[in-house]
């Protein structure tokens, strides 16, 4: 063995070696206990970057771990090859984006396996690949079926000089980003999978993964389903036979309602306005709000000023008959709760600012509850209706008051109690609704799976058939970054025979949300091959769900939202038996670099100037020492801060390691036990300073000293593969790798068991050795020295002084 370390030279030894050897091929008929290491798959942007590495190394320490300690390990990679930047490199470069994503593909894979990183490239897949799409519209198909999948109308931003639909990002300030026109909005039909048929479960089922995610990423889960209980009721429009369904969660409010407030969709303006003198201004206003929204994010329209706008008609609230007015505002969306709502300004901030912006009445119906005295007593304003005063909604729980009969009631109980009442009476009762939309994944884009749709005159809308899949992106479309999505202009893409009656008919243009690529890409990888499913569901059953799945907290919702709702409906499609695809997730932290000429540090960035690429580092340092101190240098899920002064140290510690085994497999041979001990103890601090565990290797025992050498490389390995690799062979396993090699055991019932030898002498000369337990008492050792027959021969005959005993250590019999 080389006792200099020249990392370029054995990682190129080993990445042959194990890709020779097939060395990270995981089979199914393997019968050890399986594992199943994921992590996220990336988007082929063309390089690698550092938060790359950091993912890609956490995953692979953990893949060696299990396999060295005996697990049967699944440990693949692929491509979320499908988006929009290809796109715009189509657009700018005037190359085809198939072209420029396998080029992408190529550099990228070289740099993985520069870094090292044990894949199984067996099973590589990318999604831009018709035998992965194809999958993609197999499972759009089975949706569609099942009434999963559908079209509706619904409003995006539209630039009206282009005739292309925009994103928010697109819009931004309601112009258009590309020709400069003002933003206008459109209803188009577009594609849906209908994820809140799963609302209610992918809330329940959290219960089954606590445990194994991160509770932050459960939290925004939860937001992002946005369950909430409370109740409907029903409030009856004066003198029509309409009816408003409001949701709320407050019913314990309801006597404190002034006015019904709905949204600018809501389709009951158009009919109950229909003979107002009113209807023309009402419906401007509502045109307006829906204009203004359709460039606005939500979270933005919840910010803005709130605008309203009274129609003049009454409601009636069915708890006391009071007569409320109807107003249209844009603080109210159509798609959460019934599109209406009680404006209860005393005890809802965005009511109390509307009120006050149209002097609407405000009404304390809610006192908070005084504690501490005998009885809790309420706190109300003299005469009860003084609340115009109010500075503040009230939003806490409390006591009612000026609720008729229901006044004096805890709000906790009126919840349920009113909630009962509207059932009883037929008005109203308990329910749950969901800030949870479907997800829309039409997509006017060329880069993603077409969706397997056919339009014919006669026969309408068909679903492509099964074995005409997969629908091909074609190779000739044309990219000039204007207009509509380019597969529209492939005539050959877009005229087809009606698969029913054989009439000329048009294909869907649309293509999928590249997240529905990913949403089941990890079943894919467990039987990557198969030509008639996406995945044979005794294989996937045999690695799945995953064990560990790590990734960047910005796919807490989304990807991870949609991946469960993926599973769930692959359940109901009977291709897996269980509720959730992933037991545990990590979310690693950051990586970031000082920004040049200041103290900041921030996110690595082309634009910033601040950004560290990892070929260049694996060619300073080497992968090993790269992946070393990316492991070292923070806690997994913290920000991680780069230092290059950080690499260099982990580039000692390896040169260390390196010269340390050098030096012991050589003192082995030479029996130089002691400086061999010695080393090996240089290196345990220097293994501490990494805070790597260490195992006990104080023993002078020169096979304990060897076995402690092992079992340090074996431990070094999941960190430092190549290393590790170089440090087994050159202890002595030709031809065998250190991935096939046990984890150490550190067994408490062996380390009891170990015996000692304890030397016994006769008047301070050496005359036998006795082999005891370590923890023996001194009265049994003494016993076990007298009694042994090499001892006795030599006392025999002679009177017994003393006898001394050092614990552990010696016995000594003196005589005379
Ligand atoms: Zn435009
Ligand atoms: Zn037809």
Known sequence: MDEKYFPEKIEEKWQKRWA??????????????????????????????????????????????????????LHPIGWDSFGQPAEQAAIKRGIQPRDWTEENIAHMKGQMQRLGISYDWSREIAAHRPDYYKWDQWFFLKMLERGLAYKRTSAVNWCPKEETVLSNEQSSGGICWRCGAAVTRKEIEQWYLRTTKYAEELVADIKEIESGWPEKVLKRQRDWVGRSE?????????????????????????????????????????????????????????????????????????????????????????????????????YVLMDYGAGAVMSVPAHDERDFEFAQKYTLPIRQVIAPVVHGQQNESVDTAPGGDQSMEMKNAFTEYGVLVNSGEWSGKLSQDALREMAEHATAKKFGGPAVTYRLRDWGISRQRFWGAPIPVIYCGDCGMM???????????????????????PLRGVPEFVNVDCPKCGKPAIRETDTMDTFVDSSWYFFRYTDPRNETMPFDPSIAQKWTPVDQYIGGDSHAVMHLIYTRFWTKVMRDLGLVKFNEPVQRLLTQGMVTNRVEGTDEYKAMSKSLGNGVDPDEMIEAFGADATRLFVLFAAPVENELRWSETGIEGAVRFLRRVHQTIARV????????????????????????????????????????????????????????????????????????????????????????????????????????????????????????????????????GHQIVKVIVVPQRLVNVVVK
């Open 20 to 73: 020779e050897t097939s060395a990270f091929e995981a089979r199914e008929d393997d019968p050890r206990p399986k594992f199943y290491a994921l992590e996220m798959l990336p988007y082929p942007s063309g390089y690698l970057h550092m938060g790359h590495v950091r993912n890609y190394s956490i995953g692979d320490a953990l893949a060696w771990y299990k396999r060295l300690r005996g697990f049967n390990v």
């Open 463 to 485: 679903a492509v058939p099964e074995k005409d899949l997969p629908v091909m992106l074609p190779d000739n479309a044309q990219f000039t970054g204007t207009g509509e999505s």
């Open 665 to 796: 497999t050589d003192d082995f041979e030479k029996l130089d036990l002691n400086t061999n001990v010695a080393a090996l103890m240089e290196l345990l601090n220097a293994l501490g300073e990494f805070n790597i565990e260490q195992s006990s290797a104080s023993s002078a025992d020169v096979f304990a000293a060897r076995e402690a050498i092992e079992a340090l490389v074996v431990m070094l390995a999941p960190f430092s593969p190549h290393v590790g690799e170089e440090m087994w062979e050159g202890l002595g396993h030709e031809g065998g790798l250190l991935k096939d090699a046990p984890w150490p055991v550190a067994d408490p019932e062996l380390a009891k068991k170990e015996e000692l030898e304890i030397p016994v002498q006769v008047n301070g000369k050496l005359r036998s050795r006795v082999v005891v337990a370590p923890d023996i008492s001194e009265a049994d050792l003494r016993t076990i020295a007298l009694a042994d027959a090499k001892v006795q021969s030599f006392v025999d």
């Open 230 to 330: 409370g109740a409907y009721i029903d409030f009856k429009v004066k003198d029509r036979d309409e009816k408003i369904r409001v949701f709320t969660t407050r019913i314990d409010t309801i006597f404190g309602a002034t006015a019904i407030v709905v949204a600018a969709e809501h389709p009951i303006l158009a009919k109950v306005l229909e003979d107002s003198s009113l209807k023309d201004q009402v419906m401007a206003f509502a045109e307006q709000v829906k204009g203004a929204r359709a460039i606005k994010t939500e979270d933005a329209a919840a910010e803005e000023e709130k605008l309203g706008i009274n129609t003049g008609l009454l409601a009636i609230n069915p708890f006391n008959g009071e007569l409320l007015p109807i107003w249209a505002a844009n």
